[in-house]
């Protein structure tokens, strides 16, 4: 069972930063595995955000939020690191740290996760 808890979120200005993290338990951070930050804002459906492929090595990140978002892990940390900068307004939403296991590609559809965290909400004014 792998567990994933995530922190950092809160209340920002437009044009402001925070950094989402996400910590996954003990032997999740294995190869071929996907993980990955998810949004859900008000009256929408969740939507992938950024993802980390292991096997390839790779980052991903969906066009609204490529250039101000980045995303990173540290493997001795198991943690998971979604960088936010020049915030919008249209950033609100619930984020959720999600990950997957034997990912050959980065799984952009919340269906395609079996183990989700609780979320956090960043709010930005």
């Known amino acids: 069972q792998v567990q994933l808890v995530e922190s950092g979120g809160g209340l920002v200005q437009a044009g402001g930063s925070l950094t989402l993290s996400c910590t996954a338990s003990?032997?999740?951070?294995?190869?071929?595995?996907?993980i990955s930050w998810f949004r859900q804002a008000p009256g929408k459906k969740r939507g992938g955000v950024a993802g980390?492929?292991?096997?390839?090595?790779?980052?991903h990140a969906v066009d609204s939020v490529k250039g101000r978002f980045t995303i990173s892990q540290d493997n001795a940390k198991r943690t998971l690191y979604l960088n936010m900068n020049n915030l919008k307004p249209d950033d609100t939403g619930m984020y959720y740290c999600?990950?997957?296991?034997?990912?050959?590609?980065?799984?952009?559809?919340?269906?395609?996760?079996?183990?989700w965290g609780q979320g956090t909400q960043v709010t930005v004014s």
């Open positions: 999600a990950y997957e296991s034997g990912c050959q590609v980065w799984y952009i559809y919340d269906r395609d996760y079996d183990f």
């Open positions: 003990a032997h999740t951070f294995r190869s071929g595995y996907c």
């Open positions: 980390i492929t292991i096997r390839g090595g790779t980052t």
